[in-house]
């Protein structure tokens, strides 16, 4: 498992904005690779599966979670692809464990939205060193990229989930709503990108972010693979949380160090 060069202008930038761009850390194997497996994986869905586009309407958007459980490919990519190290030098980490992967398709002439919202309040997860990887297997435009909230990963608030399929805020957590972004667009720093198949954005987890329909001709498949460094622990959070989608047998406040979550950074 190697590294790509990142730099110190690169790793500024991600604790800046919150959100980088990488060009080209994944070579075309690997894209190969899990372009495959991504259509095998959709043809054979996991039990968190779900598909958020209505029946009747044009298009999928597709999602689903713990690939690496159930697919040699995916946990072949934890373990042996770059992602690990690329996690590590952005979060200038020490260490690094998995914390979970997410498959997200979205099919030519999709209409639905990934809603506005920060991820870590989504997970049983505290601490600044947890990121995303998100990796595209096909050309992303930019009107199909993810955007992002430059610098709000430093807001210091986190806000109330909410459930992809029908917008409904998650019960019992304390959490206020997150602000109505689409009327502050003006005045937000808003960033994305014209992403090629080897480029891969790496974000912050409490960055808000969002992505729009695949109104495009082409595929938009990408994963997201998610990762914890020195200062994460494990959060039992009151209310409704996502992830992780069974206990992983930690108590409050302990480290991200599991099976679950294994350690994959430095390599064994």
């Known amino acids: 498992m190697t590294t790509p060069a990142i730099g110190e202008a690169e790793i500024e930038a991600y604790e800046r904005d919150g959100i980088v761009c990488l060009r080209g850390r994944f070579d075309a194997g690997w894209i190969a690779r899990m ?29 689903d979670l713990d690939l690496w459980q159930r697919h040699d490919a995916f946990r072949r990519f934890v373990f042996e692809s770059p992602a690990a190290g690329i996690a590590a030098r952005l979060m ?3 260490r690094v464990n998995f914390f979970y992967d997410q498959l997200l398709v979205k099919e030519p002439g999709t209409a639905e939205r990934t809603p506005w919202h920060q991820d870590q309040p989504y997970w049983a997860v505290d601490g600044r060193q947890v990121c995303s990887i998100w990796l595209p297997f096909d050309p992303v435009p930019a009107d199909a990229c993810v955007e992002y909230v430059a610098g709000s990963h430093l807001w210091r608030q986190q806000f109330n989930p909410q459930h992809f399929s029908d917008g409904t805020p998650y019960a019992g957590t304390g959490l206020p709503p997150l602000p109505d972004i689409e009327a502050a667009r003006g005045r937000l720093d808003i960033r994305r990108w014209d992403l090629e198949p080897g480029d891969c954005l790496v974000f912050q987890a409490m960055i808000v972010h969002g992505a729009p329909g695949n109104r495009q001709a082409g595929r938009r498949r990408a994963l997201a693979t998610r990762w914890t460094g020195d200062d994460a622990t494990f959060a039992r959070r009151p209310g409704e949380v996502a992830i992780p989608t069974s206990d992983p047998g930690l108590a409050h406040g302990q480290a991200m160090d599991c099976a679950l979550f294994p350690r994959v950074w430095p390599r064994p």
């Open 35 to 63: 372009a495959a497996a991504t259509d095998a994986a959709m043809a054979a869905p996991g039990p968190h599966a779900e598909d958020y586009t209505p029946p009747g309407r044009p298009g999928r958007f597709f999602g």
């Open 92 to 94: 200038r980490a020490s």
